[in-house]
């Protein structure tokens, strides 16, 4: 289908005007996607929220309150904008885009199915990485323009925890990359799509990094246990205390986004992306999506799993977790994995 | 410039005060710490009192010694059955007013209930300021069971004000005991949740053990009572010392742990519960028949003196005095109240910690700031 | 070695974690805790002895038993009772009696201790149930108990 749109605009407009159309319309599809990922998964949040503190949750508004998060929105969208009066102004109102454009940037190369995929380039996994770490530059510039002393706080400890665990991210996936050799994400489904899911191709090795994967992004995006960055028992909001109405919603949309785009990443690298279990419906081509959407929540379920069970961490404690723990760990199955392919010993 | 100035002057940090409170999530209503922070490192603490000063103490020289009972209510909320029982025993001490044994188990058993139902408040509460929020969801489901009974009982679920000097308000409901029976038959499987969800969990652990120290000596010397002493291995508990009510007739363990941290303070409570559930289980078989409250005047008027009464709240030790000149109004009245001087040995336990310290200790402290403002 | 321990250790702490709240989860639909308040007003019912608000009952003849002895409103700690009485001729002894002319209370003064309650002889005022007392001004919280045209019941002494 995007092959016959694509055709077709070219047929009928000149090139530089058909490239044109056919950018504004992917920028279109994803800006709706991101929206629609972004509000849903704060309703699928908070209903998990309350079922696992056998609450209800948000059921007023639409069927089984469906419709929540959309007022939600719309109560955010209207609401005036307060900021402190001696917050630097320009880099307050910047913050919240750095953090909502790199969320964009980096879903760009995301695999959804075989076809959709803004774009596929060699260096996809490396690109992610470096993508998804700019984001805390928002978060340290929203901190610090602020002018509270919450955000600074916060903002202080985002940039430490961030720089710490986008190591583990990292190395976790270097690991993988190992049985692939290859950065590309298309081809390292296709890869999987030949020799099976790369969780079970690594088996054992691949497991830890899978774990080490998960609680380094659950850190990356700063959810609990480690939301040091927001901490409302110790710093009331952390780095967004100062931000209110749409400029709220931004970085509250953008950790769900950072959630969801961990999530796609740990499914295209260990569970093979829009792959079906065992290739039992490969050829159905619109199952792709659903299969790819199954993972993710499922991973996202885990990840808010952690979350309504896990108490926070204390800062000094993240980094020793990190320094001590995770990149020794990471490092050592790195070998192992090393190892294991050398001796052949992939399943 | 050498090269040490260079290091000595880009590396100076500075010290900053934060404002913690009187609105922040951490300090359970409107407490201001103003703190002096290094960076993470706590420097100095400072408690700003004051935010929800209601002048109980002069407001109880205008009332009745009936009336003063359901002011007690409003300090220490979460325990406010022990409150009342307070004032009516310091009360009935100075008519030397013998109440039934019925009324003594009965007001033993309702204030262990409150015992039971402020812990689990303040279990929930604790996980909350550590980060796991389930906590509070299951701490209020055992909760509620208690609120219910005493709803049923009582009438109010907070501001109970079932005490009245010389007895009790009206009798217990005919549901209650066999509601408290099955509150201890649901609380005895739920507690051990309690501990798999977060006394044994490895970031609770390393959250708590070894932070916020209070030493023996320390405790002593700062007059701190209740399941803050009783965690730093100083044996304090009214109702095995000063026996009241009904305790003298039923056997429970004093709590005791030595570690004087943030841990030993939280298991100190934890196993507090069992103790509850224990002397509830002793008692609530065998309330003696007879009557629910010795007649008093309408007008009571205590004879001239000083009367003092301790007793052991969900917090420690709350001390009742009062300067009486024989008319119908306390010449002076004053609590002790066991939050107050708990508060104060907050800096010594968290100076040189982190702020996520400073906030788990702060729980484990469980203060209920009314109470220590008044 | 203990380095491992330690980290299988951690681990299994946390496991035990997650299968208490993954139990709540798959008991997520019967056992949630939710009042779902507005919807369930039919069906709420407070506990007899709740306090909601002082009431006086009438019976059908339309009378009360308050004789007006203002015990209640000594016994309140924050004057939430106001009585405002009479003395009147009583129309079967035609002796003088003292007799309400309005039993006033603030409930918004009012903080349910029961003492007025504690101290009626006549059994005129009692708690009534009803725990739907917010208004949109502050002047409706300040009701007179007894009706317009009542009197109180003959017999009723203290």
């Known amino acids: 289908m995007i092959k016959t749109i694509h055709d077709w605009l070219f047929s009928v407009m000149p090139e530089w005007a058909a490239s044109l159309t056919e950018m504004v319309l992917i920028a279109v599809f994803y800006l709706t996607l991101f929206a629609v990922i972004g509000l849903y998964l704060v309703l699928l949040e908070r209903k998990v929220a309350a079922w696992f503190q056998m609450r209800k949750g948000p059921n007023r508004v639409g069927p089984w309150g469906l419709f929540q998060t959309m007022a939600d929105a719309l109560k955010l969208v209207t609401k005036e904008l307060t900021g402190t009066t001696k917050a630097d102004k320009f880099l307050y109102n910047l913050a919240p885009y750095f953090v909502i454009v790199t969320a964009l940037v980096a879903m760009s190369v995301i695999p959804f199915t075989q076809s959709v995929q803004a774009f596929d380039i060699n260096i996809g996994v490396f690109f992610l990485l470096a993508v998804s770490s700019i984001g805390v530059i928002g978060i340290l510039l929203g901190g610090w323009s602020s002018n509270n002393k919450y955000s600074l706080i916060g903002a202080m400890r985002s940039g430490v925890q961030t720089i710490s665990y986008e190591l583990s991210v990292g190395l976790s996936l270097l690991t993988m990359v190992l049985l692939t050799g290859t950065l590309q994400l298309s081809e390292i489904i296709a890869n999987q799509q030949e020799h099976g899911w790369l969780i079970l191709q690594g088996h054992i090795p691949a497991i830890i990094a899978f774990m080490i994967f998960m609680i380094a992004g659950t850190a990356e995006t700063n959810r609990a246990p480690f939301d040091l960055v927001e901490a409302e028992s110790e710093l009331g909001a952390g780095f967004h205390t100062e931000y209110s109405g749409m400029k709220f919603a931004y970085f509250f949309l953008a950790e769900f986004i950072n959630m969801f785009i961990i999530a796609s990443i740990a499914v295209t690298i260990f569970f093979g992306g829009w792959l079906s279990p065992f290739g039992i419906t490969e050829g159905i081509i619109w199952l792709q999506p659903i299969w790819f959407t199954v993972k993710v929540v499922g991973i996202i379920f885990l990840m808010m799993w952690f979350r309504w069970t896990f108490p926070r961490l204390r800062i000094d404690q993240l980094l020793k977790l990190e320094w001590k723990y995770l990149l020794p760990l990471n490092l050592m199955n790195i070998v192992i994995m090393a190892i294991v392919i050398w001796l052949g010993w992939t399943i | ?374 | 070695m203990s380095y491992f321990k330690d980290i299988y250790k951690g681990i299994k702490t946390l496991l035990t974690g997650m299968s208490i709240t993954g139990k709540y989860f798959l008991n997520a639909r019967k056992g949630a805790l939710t009042q779902e308040y507005p919807d369930n007003r039919d069906t709420l019912k407070m506990f007899d002895r709740f306090r909601g608000e002082v009431i006086m009952p009438h019976d059908e003849n339309n009378e009360h038993r308050c004789t007006g002895c203002q015990k209640c409103e000594i016994a309140c700690p924050n004057g939430s009772i106001e009585i405002i009485w009479d003395r009147q001729i009583d129309p079967e002894t035609g002796k003088k009696k003292k007799m309400i002319d309005q039993h006033i209370y603030h409930l918004g003064m009012c903080t349910m201790c029961s003492l007025c309650i504690q101290a009626c002889p006549t059994d005129a005022i009692k708690w009534g149930q009803n725990f739907e007392n917010s208004v949109y001004d502050r002047s409706y919280l300040t009701k007179v108990l007894n009706k317009s045209g009542s009197k109180v019941k003959a017999g009723v002494e203290d």
Not at chain 2, 110 to 132: F, K, N, P, Y
Not at chain 2, 224 to 229: F, K, L, N, Q, W
């Open chain 2, 1 to 374: 410039m050498t090269k040490d100035k260079i290091t000595n002057d880009s590396f100076k940090t500075q010290e900053y005060f934060v404002n913690m409170g009187p609105q922040h999530p951490a300090t359970h209503g409107v407490l201001r710490l103003i703190l002096t922070i290094d960076g993470e490192i706590i420097k100095n603490i400072e408690p700003d009192l004051g935010y929800i000063h209601r002048s109980i103490e002069k407001m109880c020289e205008r009332d009745s010694y009936q009336q003063i009972v359901h002011l007690t209510d409003r300090m220490d909320y979460l325990s406010s059955h022990i409150n009342n029982h307070a004032v009516c025993l310091t009360v009935e001490k100075s008519l030397e007013l013998e109440v039934t044994d019925r009324v003594k188990v009965i007001r033993t058993i309702i204030d262990e209930l409150t015992r039971i139902a402020s812990h689990t408040l303040w279990w929930g509460v604790m996980g909350m300021d550590v980060g796991a929020l389930t906590t509070y969801f299951l701490a209020f489901r055992d909760r509620e069971m208690i609120n219910d009974i005493f709803e049923e009982t009582c009438g109010a679920r907070l501001t109970m004000n079932y005490n009245i000097p010389g007895g009790l308000m009206n009798d217990i409901h005919p549901n209650f005991i066999k509601r408290v029976k099955e509150f201890l038959v649901h609380f005895r499987k739920k507690l051990p949740e309690y501990d798999s969800l977060l006394t044994n969990n490895v970031i609770f652990q390393k959250r708590t053990k070894g932070v916020g120290i209070l030493s023996y000596k320390d405790a002593i010397s700062y007059g701190v009572s209740g399941p803050v002493a009783r965690g730093s291995g100083y044996s304090s508990d009214v109702r095995k010392i000063h026996s009241y009510a009904a305790y003298d007739k039923v056997n429970f363990d004093e709590v005791l742990f030595t570690e004087g941290d943030t841990l030993s303070r939280y298991k100190v409570r934890i196993a507090e519960m069992w103790e509850s559930m224990k002397i509830i289980e002793q008692l609530i078989d065998n309330i003696p028949e007879g009557d629910i409250s010795v007649p008093t005047k309408a007008v009571i008027k205590l004879p001239k003196g000083e009367f003092y009464q301790k007793v052991e709240t969900a917090r420690g030790e709350l001390g009742v005095y009062i300067n009486s000149t024989g008319t119908k109004n306390p010449y002076r009245m004053k609590f002790r109240s066991p939050g107050l001087s708990n508060l104060n040995a907050l800096n010594q336990m968290v100076v040189g910690g982190k702020i996520g310290d400073l906030v788990a200790t702060m729980a484990s402290l469980d203060i209920v700031v009314p109470d220590i403002d008044r």
